[in-house]
């Protein structure tokens, strides 16, 4: 080792120990999941919730679709598992989880519970979220 480069790794190892930790460390990008709410399927029975329901396991994600221009809701969110529409977010809970997905926000959602024998009303529960940067 020559003397510029001995001159060179001490000086930034003696930089580096004055630094605040927060620089020396690498930032991290943990994301918190934020749980807006809990519900049911909205008109399972109508769409192809009953021929998907055998398909359908717990935690398993859906996909939520905006649907602004639905003629009997503005605020209406598909919610979809693969190529089958299972129904709605109900009309009661959908206006917060409409305005985030309209913000640009990421909305989730996963299958809690499964109950068959509750057809139609309370045979998918579902929890809807989204990922925020931890604080």
Known sequence: MNRKSFLTSLLMG???TFLPAHQVITESHEKQKVRLGVSFIAGFQYY?????????ETDMPLQLNREPHNRYDKNAVEVWSGDAKLGYVPRA???PIAR???EGRNVQARILQLDPASFPYGSVKMELFFMSNAA
Do not use: Q, R, V
């Open 93 to 95: 809970e959908n206006k």
């Open 100 to 102: 985030l997905m309209d």
């Open 48 to 56: 192809d919730g009953p021929d998907a329901e055998l398909l359908l």
């Open 14 to 16: 003696t930089t580096a």
